[in-house]
């Protein structure tokens, strides 16, 4: 299922539904997908605005997206940003002749959701090695090898890394998060702005009123208080930063005044920025 703005990732073998490859930050699109998204940090650091957080990761950690988790990558400072993409469909090992593990029921029926920030030089290993051995897929040995190493990959997840927190995840509420996807695409792309309900509900093709009882419905938060929080979350990651004032950072999230900034702020964090700064 696709909609405007947002692609599935574009399989080259249908029969072997899986991608990998470098990317930088110039190439990183927002948005959501029902596919696995894999992302191995090759940079000092990387930054990801997953769901309701902000994660950042050093050298040779990974991030785990589950299917439907919105994402994006700020780039807040302009420092450089690299990273290996991994792109898994939930159905690759029924179409690749394994049944005996299914991704999709992991997911969409057993409600199984895995930890996003993960360094686990085991796990770091195995996708080393697919990485490796993807420019060979073309030979059924190789596309054995890389079936194995991602069933030995989820074997190790579903036994060390599956997530407290469960995904709800039905029909509905997917098709649900189809619907308002522009509007959190553009969130999320443009934290230096203030973007109006009346805006969002446009992209989306609602009216204002529906769109905002169906975002609250889907997301549990008003759209105003999404963007804010989201604009705040990439506040928190330039103020521990220490490297720009407050006033620079403000403005950098898109807020003119640094005063209403300073209050919104305390408001939602209980304190100061000036005092988180320190």
């Known amino acids: 299922m696709a909609i405007e703005g947002l692609s599935p990732p574009i399989y080259e073998d249908r029969d072997f539904p899986i991608v990998v490859e470098p990317r930088c930050l110039s190439e990183v699109p927002d948005g959501w997908h029902e596919d696995l998204e894999i992302k191995i940090n090759r940079s000092d650091r990387i ?31 302009g420092i450089d940003m690299n990273y290996d993409l991994i792109m898994i469909s939930l159905d690759f090992f029924s179409v690749t002749g394994i049944h005996s593990i299914s991704l999709r029921k992991i997911f969409m029926e057993d409600h199984i959701r895995f930890n996003n920030h993960l360094k686990n030089p085991r796990l770091t290993e195995i996708l080393d090695k697919v990485i490796a051995a993807y420019g060979e897929r073309e030979d059924p040995r190789v596309r054995i090898m890389i079936q194995g190493l991602l069933m030995e990959f989820f074997s190790i997840m579903l036994r060390e890394e599956v997530s407290e927190e469960k995904a709800e995840i039905s029909q509905d509420v997917s098709r649900y998060y189809y619907t308002i996807a522009p509007a959190l695409e553009a969130i999320h792309r443009n934290y230096d702005r203030k973007i109006t309900s009346a805006e969002l509900a446009e992209m989306c093709k609602l009216t204002q009123s529906y769109f905002c009882r169906l975002f609250r419905q889907v997301m549990g938060v008003t759209p105003v208080q999404y963007q804010t929080e989201n604009r705040l979350r990439l506040a928190d990651i330039l103020l521990k930063d220490g490297s720009h004032s407050i006033g620079d950072i403000a403005r950098m999230i898109g807020f003119e005044d640094e005063a209403y900034f300073s209050r919104c702020y305390k408001k939602y964090r209980g304190i100061s920025p000036s005092k988180f700064h320190k």
């Open 47 to 77: 930054l990801i605005a997953l769901d309701s957080q902000i994660l950042t990761a050093e050298n040779d950690t990974f991030f785990f997206i589950n299917p439907y988790q919105i994402h994006s990558v700020p780039n807040l400072t």
